[in-house]
Nanobody, 120 residues
Framework: QVQLVESGGGLVQPGGSLRLSCAAS????????MGWYRQLPGKQRDLVAT???????TYADSVKDRFTISRDNGKNTVYLRMNSLEPEETAIYFC??????????????WGQGTQVTVAS
């Protein structure tokens, strides 16, 4: 089985920064895309940023120039550095990965989510 475990969420003041991490573990053969989504209260889950296994990145327009996604393929880990956070970005942040497990089987996996709260 595969697990994605996020860390790094918490409370930060407006204008502050946080770095989220997400480590994948388990019966992994290849990790393709990894990324971050967020879900505001009462809203759908929206894309924040993605990164391919060759480090090609995409960002939601609202976070460009403030957020940076990166990954360490050797550690099966994806990171999200968030700068200049705004209260409207208070949400649960979910890690995502498209993974081929030994089999081979390609599936999408999600972490359990980490709360980010931006408030004074």
């Amino acid at each position: 089985q595969v697990q994605l475990v996020e860390s790094g969420g918490g409370l930060v003041q407006p204008g502050g920064s946080l770095r989220l991490s997400c480590a994948a573990s388990g019966n992994i053969f290849i990790i393709y895309d990894m990324g971050w989504y967020r879900q505001l209260p009462g809203k759908q889950r929206d894309l924040v940023a993605t990164i391919t296994n060759v480090h090609t990145t995409t960002y939601a327009d609202s976070v460009k120039d403030r957020f940076t996604i990166s990954r360490d393929n050797g550690k099966n880990t994806v990171y999200l550095r968030m700068n200049s956070l705004e209260p409207e970005e208070t949400a649960i942040y979910f890690c995502y990965a498209r993974i081929t497990t030994l089999g081979p089987v390609v599936s999408d996996y999600w972490g359990q989510g980490t709360q980010v709260t931006v408030a004074s």
